[in-house]
């Protein structure tokens, strides 16, 4: 069994910050990437940004400049900074990853963890 968990969420003032961790455990082989996607209420999961085990980095367009996605191999952990926030960032925030585990090797699965609300008053 895999596990994701995150934490960090929670209510801040437009302009403000926050910084998110997802710490991945279990029966885990192989860690190829990982990454945070987020949900406002009645829209469609998106993708806010991606760090693979290599390092290399993905974003949304408009969290660029004010995100920064970092990742601890050794603690299989994620971490999303989020910086000057604005209100259209309030959603829940779903950490996954990309990885292998001990009983398949070779095989590529997704897990993802349970979300944690970050709420942006205006």
């Known amino acids: 069994q895999v596990q994701l968990v995150e934490s960090g969420g929670g209510l801040v003032q437009f302009g403000g910050s926050l910084r998110l961790s997802c710490a991945a455990s279990g029966n885990i082989f192989s860690i190829y990437a990982m990454g945070w996607y987020r949900q406002a209420s009645g829209k469609q999961r998106e993708l806010v940004a991606t760090?693979?085990?290599?390092?290399?980095?993905n974003y949304k367009a408009s969290v660029k400049d004010r995100f920064t996605i970092s990742r601890d191999g050794a603690k299989n952990t994620v971490y999303l900074q989020m910086n000057n926030l604005e209100p259209d960032d309030t959603a829940v925030y779903y950490c996954n990853s990309d990885l292998s585990t001990i009983t398949t090797p070779k095989v590529r699965l997704r897990y993802w963890g349970q979300g944690t609300q970050v709420t942006v008053s205006s």
């Open positions: 760090i693979t085990s290599g390092g290399s980095t």
